[in-house]
């Protein structure tokens, strides 16, 4: 069975702390990619990686920054968080395959981050 | 650019009845479709996908979803709702299969069945 698991269902932090949410996939899928998700705005892309030490900026990756060290893992960093980062956060991965049927990308279960 | 939108914040329908739950896209291409659902706090489960072929697709749960290339357009629809399907939905859209396009995901559409 498929799995992206993060490290953390709920975090709560406080402002200007710095932050790490873990996401490991075990379907040694070379693609990897944070989400940031918010009522009403649907979910929005913040950073995506395609290859171990690449990562590519998404929409929305002001305040943030990633790290993927190994193909499996990838983090996301807030590197001083703040009020308007509250969020759940939602990490996926997904292969790399020309032809091939399983294209689909999986997620994480999610972190609601609170920032207090 | 590419771009999906997701018309209806909500909708609701009766147990039993037929549900259709509306998305269009946006895309410099052929696209690449796909339809997620999200149960409340959990991440997204995958639904369905159109990649090419038969415009009907079938997935997961009893959905399915016509590609309408002319309207731009990929509904999901079940012929019978289920309270189990309240579930917020999304449609997202992505130019190549493979994460060099991320996909684009719309602001998704809340599913209530009524039993």
């Known amino acids: 069975d498929v799995k992206v698991t993060q490290s953390s269902r709920y975090l709560v932090k406080r402002t200007g702390e710095k932050v790490f949410l873990e996401c490991v996939q075990d379907?040694?899928?070379?693609?990897m990619f944070w989400y940031r998700q918010d009522p009403g705005l649907g979910l929005r892309l913040i950073y995506f990686?395609?290859?171990?030490?690449?990562?590519e900026k998404g929409d929305i990756p002001e305040g943030y920054s990633v790290s993927r060290e190994k193909k499996e893992r990838f983090s996301l960093i807030l590197e001083s968080a703040s009020t308007n980062q509250t969020s759940m956060y939602l990490c996926?991965?997904?292969?790399?395959?020309?032809?091939?049927?399983?294209?689909?990308?999986?997620f994480g279960q999610g972190t609601r981050l609170t920032v207090v | 650019a590419q771009s999906v939108a997701q018309p209806e914040d909500q909708v609701n329908v009766a147990e039993g009845n037929p549900l259709t739950v509306k998305c269009t896209y946006s895309?410099?291409?052929?696209?690449?479709l796909f339809w997620y659902v999200q149960y409340p706090n959990r991440g997204l489960q995958f639904l369905l996908k159109?990649?090419?072929?038969?415009?009907l697709v079938k997935g997961s749960y009893g959905f399915e979803a016509e590609f309408n290339k002319s309207q731009t357009s990929f509904h999901l629809k079940k012929p019978s709702a289920l309270v189990s399907d309240s579930a917020l939905y999304f449609c997202?859209?992505?130019?190549?299969?493979?994460?060099?396009?991320?996909?684009?995901f719309g602001k998704g559409t809340r599913l209530s069945v009524i039993a």
């Open positions: 996926a991965s997904s292969p790399t395959i020309i032809g091939g049927s399983d294209t689909e990308a999986f």
């Open positions: 379907m040694d899928h070379e693609n």
């Open positions: 990686s395609y290859d171990v030490k690449m990562k």
């Open positions: 895309v410099s291409g052929n696209p690449y």
């Open positions: 159109y990649i090419t072929g038969d415009n």
């Open positions: 997202a859209v992505s130019l190549s299969l493979g994460g060099n396009t991320p996909l684009v």
